[in-house]
């Protein structure tokens, strides 16, 4: 996970959204994941949220 974490944070780092940098990492949506979790775990709310977060310090 924070492997994870630290590709998708670096390339937010140089710029890239949330779209290149799934395409960059090969991230594909498991729909089946998606449908039986009604849409609350995808792989694109992950990359987001790795965005969002990038620069916060975890307690």
Known sequence: MENFYGSVAELADQGMGEKRIMKKLKLNE???????????VSMKH??????????????
């Open 30 to 40: 498991m729909l089946l994941v998606k449908l039986m979790c009604f849409g609350n």
């Open 46 to 59: 992950m990359v987001r949220s790795v965005i969002k977060t990038r620069g916060q310090v975890a307690v």
